[in-house]
């Protein structure tokens, strides 16, 4: 079965930096991949996501400060998270898109929060 193994979150002072990774197992083609967070009492939203042709989008909140990057041979994909606001305290998840089926694969979901 398909599983999704993510690091790397923890607790950083506003101004700091963290990186998420994910590596996904149990699948071979893969379509996108992204990050998506959620705060209490609030969606899950969109953070990055980067398709297998190296497209990329984020969202307008995290633009200029963190950067996804993926290795399609590790199944792997990052999140370079610079600049870490109070706001962006969150779980944040992991999704992979399978390339042919389109299902979608989700994370455990790693806490990330900036605090000082």
């Known amino acids: 079965q398909v599983q999704l193994v993510e690091s790397g979150g923890g607790l950083v002072q506003p101004g700091g930096s963290l990186r998420l990774s994910c590596r996904a197992s149990?699948?071979?083609?893969?379509?996108?991949m992204g990050w998506y967070c959620q705060a209490p009492g609030k969606q899950r939203e969109l953070v990055a996501a980067i398709t297998s042709d190296g497209s990329i989008n984020y969202a307008d909140s995290v633009k200029g400060r963190f950067a996804i990057s993926r290795d399609s041979a590790k199944n792997t994909v990052y999140l370079q998270m610079n600049s870490l606001k109070p706001e962006d305290t969150a779980v944040y998840y992991c999704?992979?898109?399978?390339?042919?089926?389109?299902?979608?694969?989700w994370g455990q979901g790693t806490q990330v929060t900036v605090s000082s």
């Open positions: 999704n992979v898109i399978a390339r042919f089926s389109r299902d979608n694969y």
């Open positions: 149990g699948i071979i083609f893969i379509s996108t």
